[in-house]
Protein backbone atom coordinates (compact mmCIF):
# COMPACT_ATOMS: atom_id res chain seq x y z
CA UNK A 1 0.00 0.00 0.00
CA UNK A 2 2.69 2.48 1.06
CA UNK A 3 4.51 1.43 -2.70
CA UNK A 4 1.08 1.86 -4.14
CA UNK A 5 0.83 5.88 -2.44
CA UNK A 6 4.59 6.64 -3.17
CA UNK A 7 4.16 5.89 -7.17
CA UNK A 8 1.11 8.05 -7.37
CA UNK A 9 2.81 10.71 -5.57
CA UNK A 10 5.83 10.25 -7.83
CA UNK A 11 3.63 10.33 -10.92
CA UNK A 12 1.85 13.45 -9.69
CA UNK A 13 4.99 16.07 -8.94
CA UNK A 14 6.38 14.74 -12.53
CA UNK A 15 2.87 16.08 -14.53
CA UNK A 16 1.88 19.08 -12.08
CA UNK A 17 2.75 21.47 -14.77
CA UNK A 18 0.97 20.54 -18.04
CA UNK A 19 -1.71 19.54 -19.88
CA UNK A 20 -5.48 19.84 -19.72
CA UNK A 21 -7.19 16.89 -21.77
CA UNK A 22 -6.77 13.47 -21.08
CA UNK A 23 -7.47 10.69 -23.60
CA UNK A 24 -9.74 8.27 -22.14
CA UNK A 25 -10.73 4.69 -23.46
CA UNK A 26 -14.23 3.20 -21.95
CA UNK A 27 -15.57 0.48 -22.12
CA UNK A 28 -19.06 0.53 -24.07
CA UNK A 29 -21.23 -0.24 -20.79
CA UNK A 30 -19.55 2.71 -18.93
CA UNK A 31 -20.54 5.33 -21.64
CA UNK A 32 -23.64 6.76 -19.48
CA UNK A 33 -22.14 7.19 -16.14
CA UNK A 34 -18.65 8.44 -18.09
CA UNK A 35 -20.58 11.30 -19.66
CA UNK A 36 -21.78 12.70 -16.29
CA UNK A 37 -18.67 11.43 -14.58
CA UNK A 38 -16.74 13.42 -17.02
CA UNK A 39 -19.69 16.62 -16.88
CA UNK A 40 -18.71 16.94 -13.25
CA UNK A 41 -14.96 16.74 -13.71
CA UNK A 42 -14.53 18.74 -16.15
CA UNK A 43 -16.43 21.25 -13.93
CA UNK A 44 -14.77 20.64 -10.82
CA UNK A 45 -11.38 20.51 -12.42
CA UNK A 46 -10.98 22.31 -15.68
CA UNK A 47 -9.53 19.47 -17.70
CA UNK A 48 -11.22 18.14 -20.13
CA UNK A 49 -12.19 14.64 -21.26
CA UNK A 50 -11.79 12.85 -24.79
CA UNK A 51 -13.77 9.57 -24.61
CA UNK A 52 -13.64 6.91 -26.82
CA UNK A 53 -16.35 4.42 -26.30
CA UNK A 54 -15.44 0.96 -27.68
CA UNK A 55 -14.84 -2.85 -26.85
CA UNK A 56 -12.57 -3.33 -24.34
CA UNK A 57 -11.05 -6.36 -26.59
CA UNK A 58 -10.61 -3.84 -29.36
CA UNK A 59 -9.10 -1.40 -27.27
CA UNK A 60 -6.46 -3.94 -26.22
CA UNK A 61 -5.26 -4.38 -29.62
CA UNK A 62 -5.23 -0.33 -30.30
CA UNK A 63 -3.38 0.58 -27.43
CA UNK A 64 -0.43 -2.20 -28.46
CA UNK A 65 -0.52 -0.55 -31.84
CA UNK A 66 0.27 2.98 -30.44
CA UNK A 67 -3.31 4.23 -30.11
CA UNK A 68 -3.20 7.52 -28.21
CA UNK A 69 -5.40 6.35 -25.10
CA UNK A 70 -4.05 7.59 -21.59
CA UNK A 71 -6.11 6.08 -19.28
CA UNK A 72 -8.50 2.83 -19.84
CA UNK A 73 -11.20 2.29 -18.25
CA UNK A 74 -11.98 -1.69 -18.91
CA UNK A 75 -14.82 -4.39 -19.10
CA UNK A 76 -13.03 -6.40 -17.11
CA UNK A 77 -9.67 -6.65 -15.36
CA UNK A 78 -7.78 -8.81 -17.19
CA UNK A 79 -7.11 -6.35 -20.36
CA UNK A 80 -5.43 -3.68 -17.51
CA UNK A 81 -3.44 -6.34 -15.78
CA UNK A 82 -2.36 -7.81 -19.27
CA UNK A 83 -1.28 -4.25 -20.59
CA UNK A 84 0.63 -3.81 -16.66
CA UNK A 85 2.28 -6.85 -17.68
CA UNK A 86 3.53 -6.08 -20.84
CA UNK A 87 4.60 -2.46 -19.67
CA UNK A 88 2.09 -0.61 -22.10
CA UNK A 89 0.68 0.62 -18.42
CA UNK A 90 1.89 2.17 -15.35
CA UNK A 91 2.73 -0.44 -12.66
CA UNK A 92 0.48 -0.46 -9.73
CA UNK A 93 -2.47 2.29 -10.75
CA UNK A 94 -4.69 -0.32 -11.49
CA UNK A 95 -8.13 0.00 -9.46
CA UNK A 96 -11.80 -1.61 -9.87
CA UNK A 97 -13.84 1.37 -10.56
CA UNK A 98 -17.16 -0.58 -11.16
CA UNK A 99 -18.44 -4.37 -10.65
CA UNK A 100 -21.04 -5.09 -13.43
CA UNK A 101 -24.33 -6.25 -14.37
CA UNK A 102 -26.04 -8.53 -16.79
CA UNK A 103 -29.48 -8.22 -17.84
CA UNK A 104 -31.78 -9.97 -20.42
CA UNK A 105 -33.60 -7.29 -21.42
CA UNK A 106 -36.22 -6.68 -24.86
CA UNK A 107 -37.46 -3.60 -25.87
CA UNK A 108 -40.85 -4.75 -25.84
CA UNK A 109 -43.17 -4.27 -22.25
CA UNK A 110 -43.98 -7.44 -20.53
CA UNK A 111 -41.54 -9.94 -22.96
CA UNK A 112 -39.33 -10.64 -20.43
CA UNK A 113 -40.29 -12.43 -17.32
CA UNK A 114 -38.82 -11.92 -13.52
CA UNK A 115 -37.20 -15.30 -13.59
CA UNK A 116 -35.81 -14.97 -17.31
CA UNK A 117 -37.90 -17.89 -18.79
CA UNK A 118 -38.66 -16.20 -22.02
CA UNK A 119 -34.91 -18.01 -22.99
CA UNK A 120 -36.63 -21.50 -22.51
CA UNK A 121 -40.08 -20.98 -23.78
CA UNK A 122 -38.08 -19.68 -27.15
CA UNK A 123 -40.47 -17.27 -28.95
CA UNK A 124 -38.40 -14.82 -30.60
CA UNK A 125 -36.08 -15.00 -33.27
CA UNK A 126 -32.97 -13.23 -32.42
CA UNK A 127 -30.58 -12.78 -29.57
CA UNK A 128 -28.17 -10.12 -29.48
CA UNK A 129 -24.58 -10.47 -27.11
CA UNK A 130 -21.66 -8.67 -27.54
CA UNK A 131 -19.10 -10.77 -29.08
CA UNK A 132 -17.58 -13.03 -26.33
CA UNK A 133 -14.41 -12.89 -27.50
CA UNK A 134 -13.92 -9.69 -27.13
CA UNK A 135 -16.34 -8.08 -24.48
CA UNK A 136 -16.64 -9.50 -21.00
CA UNK A 137 -20.45 -9.24 -20.87
CA UNK A 138 -20.63 -11.15 -23.99
CA UNK A 139 -18.57 -13.98 -21.90
CA UNK A 140 -20.86 -13.82 -19.35
CA UNK A 141 -24.26 -13.74 -21.35
CA UNK A 142 -22.70 -17.26 -22.56
CA UNK A 143 -21.61 -18.65 -19.12
CA UNK A 144 -25.27 -17.73 -18.68
CA UNK A 145 -26.73 -19.36 -21.14
CA UNK A 146 -24.28 -22.70 -20.20
CA UNK A 147 -25.83 -22.27 -17.07
CA UNK A 148 -29.58 -23.03 -18.53
CA UNK A 149 -28.49 -25.34 -20.63
CA UNK A 150 -29.73 -23.32 -23.42
CA UNK A 151 -26.36 -22.71 -24.79
CA UNK A 152 -26.27 -24.84 -27.78
CA UNK A 153 -30.37 -24.48 -28.29
CA UNK A 154 -30.02 -20.62 -28.78
CA UNK A 155 -26.59 -20.24 -31.11
CA UNK A 156 -28.36 -20.69 -33.73
CA UNK A 157 -30.24 -17.48 -32.90
CA UNK A 158 -27.68 -15.14 -31.67
CA UNK A 159 -26.56 -11.85 -33.43
CA UNK A 160 -23.32 -10.64 -32.39
CA UNK A 161 -22.14 -7.06 -31.57
CA UNK A 162 -18.22 -5.99 -31.17
CA UNK A 163 -19.10 -4.77 -28.09
CA UNK A 164 -22.50 -4.31 -25.46
CA UNK A 165 -23.02 -0.84 -27.28
CA UNK A 166 -23.71 -2.58 -30.65
CA UNK A 167 -25.54 -5.06 -28.92
CA UNK A 168 -27.68 -2.79 -27.01
CA UNK A 169 -28.44 -1.08 -30.53
CA UNK A 170 -30.06 -4.64 -31.84
CA UNK A 171 -32.34 -4.48 -29.68
CA UNK A 172 -33.53 -1.32 -29.34
CA UNK A 173 -33.56 -1.42 -33.37
CA UNK A 174 -35.73 -4.02 -33.54
CA UNK A 175 -33.22 -6.23 -35.19
CA UNK A 176 -32.96 -8.32 -31.80
CA UNK A 177 -35.95 -9.24 -29.82
CA UNK A 178 -33.97 -9.38 -26.78
CA UNK A 179 -30.66 -9.52 -25.50
CA UNK A 180 -28.31 -9.51 -23.01
CA UNK A 181 -26.85 -6.07 -22.33
CA UNK A 182 -25.14 -4.39 -19.66
CA UNK A 183 -27.59 -3.26 -16.47
CA UNK A 184 -26.08 0.80 -16.93
CA UNK A 185 -27.68 0.66 -20.41
CA UNK A 186 -30.95 0.26 -19.16
CA UNK A 187 -31.34 1.08 -15.42
CA UNK A 188 -31.20 4.15 -14.02
CA UNK A 189 -31.81 5.49 -10.34
CA UNK A 190 -32.71 1.78 -9.67
CA UNK A 191 -35.50 1.87 -12.25
CA UNK A 192 -35.97 -0.04 -15.66
CA UNK A 193 -36.21 2.86 -17.86
CA UNK A 194 -38.60 1.11 -20.75
CA UNK A 195 -39.31 -2.41 -21.93
CA UNK A 196 -38.64 -5.56 -19.92
CA UNK A 197 -35.72 -7.14 -18.38
CA UNK A 198 -34.75 -9.94 -16.14
CA UNK A 199 -31.62 -8.80 -14.02
CA UNK A 200 -29.24 -12.15 -14.31
CA UNK A 201 -28.12 -13.22 -11.12
CA UNK A 202 -24.20 -13.06 -10.18
CA UNK A 203 -23.76 -16.65 -9.25
CA UNK A 204 -24.37 -17.21 -13.56
CA UNK A 205 -21.53 -15.56 -14.30
CA UNK A 206 -17.88 -14.58 -13.75
CA UNK A 207 -17.56 -11.05 -11.68
CA UNK A 208 -17.50 -8.47 -14.04
CA UNK A 209 -14.59 -6.75 -12.45
CA UNK A 210 -13.95 -3.52 -14.35
CA UNK A 211 -10.90 -2.09 -13.34
CA UNK A 212 -8.92 1.26 -14.24
CA UNK A 213 -5.28 1.93 -15.25
CA UNK A 214 -3.03 4.50 -16.19
CA UNK A 215 -1.75 4.00 -19.52
CA UNK A 216 2.27 4.63 -20.32
CA UNK A 217 1.52 7.94 -22.50
CA UNK A 218 -0.66 9.18 -19.95
CA UNK A 219 2.06 8.56 -16.90
CA UNK A 220 3.22 13.08 -17.41
CA UNK A 221 -0.69 14.20 -17.83
CA UNK A 222 -1.69 16.22 -15.04
CA UNK A 223 -5.36 15.92 -16.18
CA UNK A 224 -4.75 11.62 -16.50
CA UNK A 225 -3.71 11.79 -13.09
CA UNK A 226 -6.46 13.70 -11.66
CA UNK A 227 -9.27 11.86 -13.77
CA UNK A 228 -8.16 9.13 -11.75
CA UNK A 229 -8.24 10.49 -8.87
CA UNK A 230 -12.02 12.13 -9.59
CA UNK A 231 -12.70 8.38 -10.16
CA UNK A 232 -12.13 7.20 -6.72
CA UNK A 233 -14.38 10.19 -5.20
CA UNK A 234 -17.58 9.93 -3.79
CA UNK A 235 -19.36 12.18 -6.44
CA UNK A 236 -17.86 9.41 -8.99
CA UNK A 237 -18.82 6.40 -6.70
CA UNK A 238 -22.31 7.96 -6.31
CA UNK A 239 -22.62 8.11 -9.93
CA UNK A 240 -21.09 4.57 -10.58
CA UNK A 241 -23.97 3.39 -8.45
CA UNK A 242 -26.62 4.55 -9.40
CA UNK A 243 -26.56 2.86 -13.02
CA UNK A 244 -26.38 0.26 -11.01
CA UNK A 245 -22.49 -1.23 -10.43
CA UNK A 246 -21.72 -2.67 -7.52
CA UNK A 247 -18.16 -0.99 -5.86
Known sequence: MKRFASVWLALMV??????????????????APMKDISARFERDTGHKVLATIGATGKFYAQIKNGAPFEVLLAADDETPARLDQEGSAVAETRFTYAIGKLVLWSAQAGLVDPQGQVLA??????????????????????????????????????VQGDSIGQAHQFVVSGAATLGFVAMSQVYSGGK???????????????????????????????????FLRYLKSEPARAVIRSYGYDL
Not at 209 to 220: I, M, N, T, Y
Open 121 to 158: QGQFAHLAIANPKLAPYGAAAMQTLGKLGLQERLVPRL
Open 14 to 31: AGMARAEDVHVAVAANFS
Open 192 to 226: LQSGSAWVVPASMYTPIRQDAVLLERGKGNPAALA
